[in-house]
């Protein structure tokens, strides 16, 4: 009775659904054979494997609970998971457009120094910026990056977020952007110098070097000053060509409207 006790501990602790499996059927058929008398066995035999049975039996009730509550759980938790990375994919597109819409508006709001430099980055993949106000506020904006830097210039390349959304739709209607910006140029320009942009209204281009020098005046008519302060924005036509300067399109048109004729 001392190892039949042994041998009920130690299934007792078994857990393997398999063997599980395997001891019911064994003692499943040993009971099967002893009921119909195929086998004969002593009662306490007969005892032990009528206890093995409901072990058994219990123990894979108690497997098949396991395994039902272990694939609802897991399947609970799968779709807990796919809501979970549903909504983190939904937020993260959430953030894209809003970060999208953001440099859009960023855009639209550049002056005529800033579209000149996103201009000549949409030309090429970089170009040197003199350190200030302009380069510090594209940078801040992420529309550009630099990943060099000298003492008074960075090399400026554009991001590439600012490089898609100015591919996919901004650069179809730059030159209302730069309609806009000159615009804002013009409205703010001092009369002192605004009058020599007058001329622009009746001309397309204007050269501000003399033909002639003489003792008593420079190479330059005095508007080489003030167009050269703009000499790279987008009120001119890129590149120059010598000190002929060339009205852009968009600015003439905004000029037009702030100094009508």
Request: no cysteine; hydrophobic share 40%; proline share 2%.
């Amino acid at each position: 009775m001392q190892s039949v006790k042994e041998v009920l501990e130690l299934l007792n602790k078994a857990k393997d659904i398999r063997l599980n499996i395997a001891i019911f059927l064994v003692v499943s058929g040993l009971l099967y054979s002893i009921s119909n008398q195929y086998i004969q066995v002593d009662d306490a035999l007969k005892t032990v494997l009528q206890g093995l049975f409901f072990i058994t039996s219990i123990r894979l009730v108690y497997g098949f609970i396991g395994l039902l509550y272990g694939a609802i759980e897991s399947n609970v938790e799968s779709k807990r998971k796919l809501k979970l990375s549903n909504e983190e994919k939904d937020q993260r597109e959430n953030d894209r457009k809003m970060k999208i819409n953001k440099m859009r508006e960023n855009f639209e709001s550049l002056d005529i120094f800033q579209l000149y430099i996103v201009q000549e980055l949409k030309r090429q993949n970089h170009i040197d910026v003199m350190k200030g106000a302009t380069l510090f506020t594209l940078k801040n904006m992420n529309i550009i990056y630099t990943p060099a830097t000298g003492e008074k210039y960075e090399s400026a390349s554009l991001t590439d977020m600012a490089m898609v959304l100015l591919n996919e739709e901004l650069w179809e209607k730059y030159d209302t952007l730069k309609l806009s910006a000159s615009l804002r140029f013009f409205r703010g320009m001092q009369p002192e110098d605004a009058r020599h942009f007058i001329e622009f209204r009746t001309k397309d281009s204007i050269n501000t070097q003399r033909s002639v020098k003489t003792a008593t005046h420079s190479t330059h008519y005095e508007n080489e000053r003030v167009f050269n302060t703009y000499s790279k924005s987008v009120i001119f036509v890129q590149p120059r060509r010598g000190y002929i300067y060339i009205i852009d399109p968009a600015a003439k048109k905004a000029l037009n409207t702030i100094f009508p004729a």
